[in-house]
């Protein structure tokens, strides 16, 4: 069965992709020679290009000696296995099947796949006969064969996976010590690193803002900084004595996508009651996204339901209030935190106590979660201080 709403959607979105293909393109016959697609480019551009190369004073030199010294050094397997190593993986794996063919000719292409490439003279894209070309520069060919003589791959391989499981284990444990991350890598890759390794490649990625840093002997989340670091402190003492949280590797790199939470039943649940109030999928989305970053910061609940009344939920009927309070609870008893070493409230309480069921009782608001029936004139269970009526009871 064919849904019409759906297809036009799509098509509309191969649309915008292949008009900016179109824009970001040469409008000629494909070239394949790296002076000649560099004599495409503006001279401000091959100025940046001869920075990310390493050209010595670029911003002094005319056109014809600037192009002839940026064709020299990236020419050089050295140069271009250091701007390799900083290409996002999506664009790695696109110029992996590039690099490996004379070019690749499609209708369209999604930019994320080769635009960094492109902005840094690796690829060059060209529309002609109403087709797109992506071609890798002969040069660039000829030095990254150079490259995989020497297992290039299996190099970059190994610094992506120390990079990835670091943003992982920062994500989900907000601070970890350089020796446990060293274990951590030790772990899953194949070939081992040390700590002065392991040094040396992540600092490359902090110069990049990939969103963790070093503090003492620990590798911390860069939002440590706006404090200058005192909160770190905090954290390992508050969290002190409690047991981490270590996922199956695959869950693990989930949490390379900063983004990325666990669709919780209790999510689920929080996501159906607002069915009722928003038929937008993608504004409920965005909703349970802010909601899940007020409990992984362990908010008041008067801060839930400061978003929610911001989102323009009216309540339907004066029961309303109370079950979402109860949600919400559940939902923030349920969310892995920085202070239980990645656990769940449930989860910590549960290995301490023992108990295999224990429900949501962790945190509890309001006190009394059997109550139904919520006077005009008693306190709004939001915790505004208000009265029902003059807040969530006002519709």
Known sequence: MKHPDIEDF?????????????????????????????????????????????????????????TGDLVASMRQPELLAEVLDILPDQEWIFFLKAVHESGITVEYLSPEDYIAQQNIGLIQSFFHQDQLHLVVPDEIKAAFKVLEQNDYSEDRNYKMLMSNL??????????????????????????????????NNLIVRVQQDVGFCFWDDYIVHDSFEDDDFELVNDLINDRAGKPKYEPAFDELLQYVDWNYYEQTPQIRALDNFFSKYMDNQ??????????????????????????????????????????????????????????????????????????????????????????????????????????????????
């Open 10 to 66: 799509i098509d509309a979105i191969v649309t915008v992709i292949r008009e900016q293909n179109i824009e970001d393109a040469v409008k000629m016959e494909p070239v394949h020679s790296l002076t000649d697609i560099l004599a495409l480019r503006k001279i401000t551009h091959l100025r940046k290009i001869a920075r990310i190369f390493q050209v010595k004073y670029y911003s002094k030199k005319d056109r014809k000696t600037l």
């Open 282 to 395: 993608a504004q409920r989305l965005m909703l349970m996204d802010e909601i899940h970053d007020l409990a992984a910061s362990e908010a008041r609940l008067q801060e839930y339901f400061d978003l929610i009344d911001s989102v323009g939920v009216e309540f339907k009927g004066e029961a309303e209030p109370m079950k979402l309070a109860n949600l919400l609870v559940d939902v923030q008893n349920n969310t892995r935190l920085w202070r239980n070493h990645g656990h769940t409230p449930n989860e910590l309480y549960r290995k301490e106590t023992g108990l295999k069921n224990a429900g949501a009782e962790i945190i509890q608001f309001p006190a009394n979660r059997t109550a139904t029936k919520i006077g005009r004139n008693d306190p709004c269970p939001c915790g505004s201080g208000k009265k029902y009526k003059n807040c969530c009871g006002k519709s």
């Open 166 to 199: 670091c943003i992982a284990a920062i994500n989900l444990y907000g601070v970890i010590s350089q020796y446990d991350f060293l274990d951590l890598f030790n772990r899953y890759s194949k070939r081992q690193a040390t700590l002065d390794e392991l040094f």
